[in-house]
């Protein structure tokens, strides 16, 4: 049995401990270290983070805003890091990012510009598809954004040295799998679903065990958890 990744989570300023995101990847089979970050005193964040990070010894760092900037700034030698819209210009003195790292950010941000994402991959001479970009706002909590994270994390700690070829390869399509019972035959049936189609869904599909059409609605909460259901495309005997 593989074992969970253990991701070290640095929440954002004025966030706390237990937000969508690390609760989306700890439900998702993560193991999750989500410490309370001083937003006063950056410095006592990073030692906080810092003193984390090396007890734990985690899989992959992901900070989020200025949770990014204090990921940055600690040591984390080989470890991947993923930064969601990170703050880097506002705190921190480091301005490069290593090598095995992405940063996801949206470019529809009015808190931290997607400007200063690009312009921290220049600076760190790594290519454009480094940067993802993703989500409606600078939370990156929507289904889709919640679904990249997730994905990404996995890449990188995998050591997938082709992480840039598979963002090329998955475009846009992010799959989850759900199930329905159909409604003619009881069987449990399972089926993928993809995010990138939207929060509510709907479709018809022919159960694969008794031929009988299905329509299928699908509903994604914020947390990125698919609730699908499906009727009787026609009346039947």
């Not at 941000?109 to 991959?121: C, H, K």
Request: negative net charge; charged residues 25%; aromatic residues 4%.
């Amino acid at each position: 049995m593989t074992a969970p990744i253990k991701i070290l989570f640095l929440h954002g300023l004025k966030s706390v401990p237990g937000g969508v995101k690390p609760t989306y990847l700890q439900k998702h089979g993560c193991q999750v270290i989500n410490p309370k970050l001083d937003d006063d005193d950056f410095e006592t964040a990073v030692q906080t983070a810092q003193t984390e990070f090396d007890l734990h010894q985690p899989d992959c760092v992901v900070g989020s805003s200025r949770g990014g900037a204090v990921a940055l700034n600690i040591r984390s030698g080989t470890t991947p890091l993923v930064l969601l819209c990170p703050a880097w210009r506002k705190w921190g003195k480091v301005s490069k990012l290593k090598s095995n790292s992405a940063i996801l950010h949206s470019r529809k941000d009015d808190v931290i510009p997607f400007e200063e994402s690009e312009e921290l991959i220049s600076k760190s001479k790594l290519s454009e598809e480094t940067l993802i970009e993703v989500g409606e706002d600078h939370r990156l909590a929507d289904s889709s954004s919640l679904s990249v994270l997730l994905w990404t994390c996995q890449q990188l700690v995998n050591g997938d040295a082709s992480l840039t070829e598979s963002i090329n390869n998955r475009s846009e399509s992010i799959l989850v799998e759900a199930s329905y019972i159909c409604d003619s035959c009881g069987e449990e049936i399972v089926v993928p679903l993809d995010l990138a189609e939207g929060s509510r869904q709907r479709y018809v599909e022919d159960c694969p065990v008794c031929c009988n059409a299905n329509i299928i609605h699908v509903e994604i909460d914020e947390d990125g958890e698919a609730k699908i259901r499906s009727e009787p495309e026609q009346d039947h005997d």
